[in-house]
């Protein structure tokens, strides 16, 4: 009950000066706000990663040439790095410990028509194994087979969104669509994907067999990219670092000079998004500790001239047997109740401002219950380790003096 009283009155003294109460708790309201944001973006690009890591593969590597098309000078005139399908059989042959390699063709906003009904969508030409290499299997009708790929077969697989755009609700297995200029054989429906957190959909394709993409729809002998499986027992780094140094010697590129290849694995998007995610928290972090450095000592200042100016009170309520340690715990208690204001309201403030940068920025944002617990730890920290002095001062004031 006495605890009770004490809080009470410590209550009624901080709402008996809003402003004042205000202006103290401020820091605490900025620094439990880019607290607050900091582990909602930890937590975000922690399931972002995990997500991305999913739809790239656990064990994956993505060779593309340059950063989409790379030129160079080769004996004093210029010519494009490309790969070549002949890449593809090499890093298969040469590097040790894969599962499973890829190459693709790829063309993109490509018209498509089926009867009256058309669209614009990428294509993708493939080898027969695509759909293992890629975790992509059919969700009807029949995949791409190495028959397709040796005969220059004129079939293709439909993603979900071109299915829909081109047949809607109607089974497209055997009809017939228009690529370009040439006619292709629906043989199956690829298994949908969805959205990426950039927006960009997965399910706009349209896949070909390899062969048939570079000899009777895209003429030409380059390839877009290579994916290659890694398996389990061997590292996932120094692979990519070996396909990358086998590409190199077959090109004939000094890496000390150029990059002509980009080697994507999972381990990259990790550290990417990491690396943005670090970036942010870092100038949070340095935000947040200034702002409760500042709050506090905002908080400490204010409460000693508080006690100066309720020496009356104090000498009052000693005269009237209230003890030292009675006008200790309720001046700490103040302290420790101005933060708790801070505390709310920089929680409302961190969800607000991680709210618009989930709305107006790429960097994932995810709720964490963490910041809950380590607001309120920092609450109380602040309000007992800045609340004590001006407790103390109070405490230590005369009765008789305070009276006079």
């Not at 729809?217 to 890694?230: A, D, E, G």
């Not at 086998?246 to 000094?254: F, P, V």
């Not at 709305?359 to 607001?375: C, H, K, N, Q, R």
Request: hydrophobic share 45%.
């Amino acid at each position: 009950m006495r605890l009770w009283r004490l809080g009470r009155e410590s209550l009624a003294a901080l709402l008996a000066n809003k402003a004042r109460t205000f202006l103290m708790a401020l820091g605490t309201v900025v620094g439990i706000g880019a607290l607050t944001v900091i582990l909602f973006i930890s937590d975000g690009t922690e399931k972002e990663v995990a997500r991305k890591a999913e739809r790239f593969g656990a064990r994956a590597i993505l060779i593309v040439p340059g950063h989409g098309r790379m030129s160079r000078t080769v004996g004093g005139s210029s010519a494009e790095v490309k790969l070549k399908p002949a890449d593809a059989r090499a890093i298969q042959n040469r590097i040790r410990g894969l599962a499973g390699v890829t190459a693709a063709s790829s063309k993109f906003s490509q018209s498509v028509k089926a009867g009256t009904a058309q669209t614009k969508t990428n294509v993708d030409a493939v080898q027969a194994n695509w759909h293992d290499v890629w975790d992509w299997p059919v969700a009807s009708g029949r995949r791409i087979t190495q028959e397709d790929v040796d005969q220059l077969a004129r079939v293709c697989i439909l993603g979900a969104t071109p299915k829909t755009e081109l047949f809607g609700d109607a089974d497209p297995v055997g009809q017939k669509i228009l690529i370009g200029k040439v006619w292709f054989k629906v043989k199956g429906v690829l298994a949908p994907r969805g959205i990426t957190g950039s927006g960009h959909d997965r399910d706009r394709r349209v896949i070909i067999p390899l062969s048939t993409g570079m000899r009777r729809l895209f003429n030409q002998q380059h390839i877009s990219n290579i994916r290659v499986k890694v398996k389990e027992e061997y590292d996932l780094d120094e692979t990519a670092r070996a396909i990358e140094d086998l590409l190199n010697e077959r090109h004939h590129i000094d890496p000390s000079v150029e990059h002509f290849f980009t080697v994507f694995s999972t381990n990259t998007l990790v550290k990417k998004f990491k690396g943005v995610s670090e970036g942010v928290s870092r100038l949070l972090i340095a935000l947040c500790g200034l702002s409760f450095l500042v709050g506090g000592l905002v908080l400490m200042n204010i409460m000693l001239l508080s006690v100066a100016e309720r020496q009356a009170e104090i000498g009052l309520r000693r005269a009237l047997g209230a003890g030292r340690r009675d006008i200790f715990i309720q001046f700490l208690a103040e302290g420790i109740g101005i933060n708790g204001v801070g505390l709310i309201l920089g929680w409302l403030l961190g969800f607000v401002a991680a709210w618009f940068i989930s709305a107006f920025t790429e960097i994932p944002v995810a709720p964490s219950a963490m910041s809950l617990l380590l607001g309120g730890a920092f609450s109380v920290g602040v309000g007992l380790i800045f609340g004590v002095q001006p407790a103390r001062r109070a405490a230590n004031l005369d009765p008789v003096e305070a009276l006079r």
